[in-house]
């Protein structure tokens, strides 16, 4: 089979490919980010490439114009590579690394006073500590073994049986504490009479003793390195970094992927990604920090039930089909080393468990961060990412629920949607007498697409300038020129090629607009099914926890204009940011609340929309902006009647 080289331009990396695989797997192959949300069959036009002539027949290229098409332009994923080429991955295109790091504060140390709002204060108990012990030489009278003799110093004066050691360590333990001179610092992991030596070093090294955070999210890895602050009641982030997932080549959510898992070497590859992922994100914190990678004791992993399958190698391929079966929602304590992570052999990794299929580790985790596990106050948490999870109750009970929003707030389904990157617009404004739009993009680059929190600001400005009805249908206003008739029905025009990085009308269809709507009605929906599931409403929520990095960026009056986040006053919100990484903080720190994760993932009740009559009933009356029941908005429905001069507008809900 014949071999070709493919150069990807603006990156100049070089990878060679058999004849007849596709852009895609080269890009692929070379680490070269390429949007590609559909899984590669073609269907959502993000991944387009420039080539130059040529290169041999490519499959369909339904969403590329006749004009693109004759500049070269190819979908990737779809297109052959049968000689040598040169492929320019146009700015469009691109996976932008560099927007997750946008609006990081600086480390810095969560203060008792701060997680005393959301988690009550605990004693530093983490689950891996380094001891540092001074053991007595052997001698005729008292030759016990080297490995009775360490664990009896650790035990205080019990016997071995309360410890277990790896055989790794075991090997070389005797060389180890005799070239110490019996002084060494022995890493133990676990609790209670499960406790295991994973690692003894000569010398006192308890002063370095750090560890490490990871939220393995379906499109971004997220990782903080922890350590110890100055007193036992707070822990200190060194260091923070991110990544998108590497399997989002394969895929946009996780159903596309336990899809591609079912193919030959599917699974290998998935598990491949995000591990190759995860180590980059380790070495950023580590360079950042200056810690060496034998310093890290322990790492916390929070990632959904899918993720948590594909990064463990499991096959998921039950969790897509009634009745919705995981391999495992608990999982043990995992040698990184034993997945290809690059840290140290002693190193454990413990996974957060799941409640269910669709509902994860990472929510878990975020419902541990939350503290509404500990407070009486009935608490609606959500989660607004790629999937909709919501979680409702406080200490004494708590019920959840998955809903299949879809990517429209991470660019998924929108012609011209991005993920947050540089030259996302993130903020749009339209003026009530000429329609004109006011954009704030990203890193104030030429635009490239919306993102999640501009899409929320232009829907609620459409609705609001009376450009769109409820139903997201464009309306016909005298002198409005931004409305217009474009390929797929009318569209709003966002912004002129000439003044976009992409060198095209950028524009929101109608198309575009039921996407988002089905989106926000499947968020709404389930939060409504969950309450009315206890006999509760919106009005008897005491707090709302919006988790996730959607939620720091989305303006709330927008949100709940559009009927996203249901209207309550702004001061039952609370926005926490990463959930997952702020839970996984929490078991790094204390035993205590690794146990706590676990009964939190227990008593969780989940609910199944899928199957559930009621959710598509309510799926159903929040298909219309902000929803069909005008009562439920009552401020919103004013607002609108006097912004659009209609006063009371109650009837247009019974359109």
């Not at 390929?487 to 575009?512: K, N, P, Q, W």
């Not at 439920?632 to 659009?644: D, H, K, M, Y």
Request: charged content about 25%; some cysteine; hydrophobic content about 40%.
């Amino acid at each position: 089979m014949r071999r070709y080289r493919v150069k990807f331009l603006p990156v100049d990396r070089i990878i060679e490919i058999n004849e007849g695989e596709t852009i895609l797997d080269a890009a692929m192959r070379a680490g070269v980010h390429v949007n590609a949300s559909c899984g590669g069959n073609g269907s959502c036009g993000k991944c387009r490439v420039i080539v130059p002539g040529d290169i041999g027949q490519p499959g369909p290229q339904r969403t590329i114009s006749s004009d693109d098409y004759e500049r070269g332009v190819r979908l990737a994923c779809t297109t052959a590579v049968r000689a040598d080429v040169e492929v320019e991955v146009p700015l469009e295109s691109q996976v932008d690394p560099a927007a997750l790091k946008r609006r990081r504060e600086a480390p810095r140390i969560l203060s008792p006073v701060e997680t005393e709002k959301l988690v009550k204060r605990r004693k530093a108990d983490p689950p891996v500590i380094k001891r540092y012990v001074t053991l007595s030489k052997p001698t005729a009278a008292d030759n016990a073994s080297d490995f009775t003799r360490l664990a009896r110093e650790l035990g205080e004066g019990d016997d071995s049986g309360k410890f277990s050691i790896d055989l790794k360590v075991l090997r070389h333990l005797g060389k180890v504490l005799r070239e110490a001179d019996w002084k060494v610092t022995a890493t133990v992991a676990g609790m209670g009479r499960n406790r295991a030596i994973v690692n003894v070093e000569p010398e006192d090294r308890t002063k370095t003793s750090c560890s490490i955070t990871l939220d393995i999210g379906t499109t971004t890895v997220c990782g903080h390195l922890l350590g110890p602050g100055k007193d036992n009641t707070h822990y200190r982030v060194i260091a923070e970094s991110s990544d998108y997932n590497g399997q989002i080549s394969f895929g946009e959510d996780v159903i596309s992927r336990i899809l591609f898992s079912r193919k030959t070497g599917g699974l290998h590859k998935l598990q491949g990604a995000v591990v190759s992922t995860i180590n980059k994100v380790i070495a950023e914190l580590l360079q950042a920090s200056g810690v060496k990678k034998e310093d890290i004791s322990h790492v916390a992993v929070a990632g959904n039930t899918t993720m948590s399958h594909l990064l463990l190698g499991i096959d998921p391929t039950h969790i897509m089909f009634a009745p919705y079966t995981p391999v495992t929602t608990f999982y043990p304590p995992i040698r990184l080393a034993d997945l290809g992570i690059g840290l140290g052999d002693h190193t454990y990794a413990y996974l957060f468990p799941s409640p269910a299929s669709y509902v994860g580790g990472d929510i878990v985790a975020g419902v541990l961060g939350s503290g509404m596990c500990e407070r009486e106050e009935t608490t609606l948490f959500m989660d607004i990412g790629t999937n909709g999870e919501i979680v409702l109750g406080n200490k004494d009970w708590l019920t959840c629920a998955s809903c299949s929003a879809g990517p429209a707030f991470e660019g998924g389904g929108i012609e011209f949607g991005m993920r947050a990157g540089t030259g996302a617009i993130e903020q749009v404004r339209i003026n009530p007498l000429t329609f004109e739009p006011m954009l704030l993009t990203i890193g104030k680059a030429k635009p490239l697409g919306i993102c999640g929190s501009g899409l929320i600001d232009l829907v609620a400005g459409l609705l609001e300038t009376g450009l769109i009805d409820r139903r997201g249908k464009f309306t016909m206003i005298e002198g409005s020129k931004r409305v217009r008739l474009g390929r797929s029905g009318f569209e709003y025009l966002i912004c002129h090629a000439a003044d976009t990085g992409i060198g095209r009308d950028m524009v929101i269809t109608e198309v575009d607009l039921d996407n988002l709507i089905r989106t926000k009605g499947a968020v709404y929906a389930g939060c409504k099914v969950l309450l009315s599931g206890v006999g509760l409403g919106f009005h008897e929520i005491d707090r709302v926890i919006v988790a996730g990095g959607f939620g720091h960026y989305i303006d709330l009056e927008k949100a709940i204009a559009i009927g996203l986040l249901p209207e309550l006053p702004p001061e039952k919100f609370i926005f926490i940011g990463n959930g997952a990484l702020l839970g996984a903080g929490l078991i790094n720190f204390s035993k205590g609340f690794l146990r706590e994760a676990g009964r939190i993932a227990r008593m969780m009740t989940n609910i199944e929309l899928s199957t559930n009559p009621a959710f598509m009933d309510e799926f159903v009356a929040a298909m219309f902006l902000p929803h069909t029941d005008g009562k439920a908005f009552p401020g919103v429905t004013e607002r609108l009647g006097l912004l659009q001069g209609g006063g009371e507008t109650n009837d247009m809900y019974r359109e």
